[in-house]
């Protein structure tokens, strides 16, 4: 048993991203479901971008502040990398776009968009990153390689889909 909950606990925390993602995507749909109805686009659209802002910018962000931070070497061979005292300046980033991103989850548009994209040029500015130390270096660690790697383009694409919907069909009464 105890074996199980290490290799559970392990997926959850080395894909932690990824699960920050769909657990946005899963409290939103409980949310929309918990909507009173009938049910507007406009409504569904705010629930999807709220809990998209909170969970994979604030609550990822975080965790990638703790990891880098207090778990810097784990962190780095995790990623394939040799531990330096960047991993202190990229948590403390991480802790700026949480920060963020937990201020604009239930706030304006134009807080949300400044959480997305700030934190959209850091994950696509680490996905090009990753994909050069594929190409040059041979890293294919599971933190420079794996799900990390594919959240780093996903993320961003859903929060730029979510505000364009936000912006598009979001508004009240439409």
């Known amino acids: 048993m105890a074996d199980l909950v290490k290799t559970i606990l392990t ?3 080395s894909n932690f991203p990824l699960n920050a993602l769909i657990l946005g995507g899963l409290v939103a749909l409980a949310a929309i479901a918990r909507a009173p109805r009938p049910l507007r686009r406009a ?3 705010e629930k999807l971008l709220a809990w998209h802002v909170f969970f994979a910018i604030g609550v990822a962000y975080l965790y990638n502040f703790v990891v880098h931070v207090f778990f810097g070497r784990m962190t780095a061979a995790f990623i394939g990398w ?5 991993q202190l300046e990229v948590g403390t980033a991480s802790l700026g ?3 963020v991103g937990f201020l604009a989850a239930f706030r304006s548009f134009d807080l949300r968009l400044a959480a997305v994209l700030g934190s959209a040029l ?3 500015g680490a996905a090009a990153g990753h994909v050069w130390q594929m190409a040059t270096a041979g890293n294919f660690a599971p933190g420079n390689a794996g799900s990390v790697f594919y959240t780093d383009i996903a993320t961003p694409l859903v929060g730029f889909v979510l505000l364009w919907l936000s912006r598009r069909w979001g508004r009240p009464g439409v």
Request: charged share 5%.
């Open 11 to 13: 997926a959850l925390l």
């Open 43 to 45: 409504v569904v659209i």
């Open 82 to 86: 040799a531990d330096s005292p960047f």
């Open 97 to 99: 776009f949480a920060a």
């Open 122 to 124: 850091f994950l696509l």
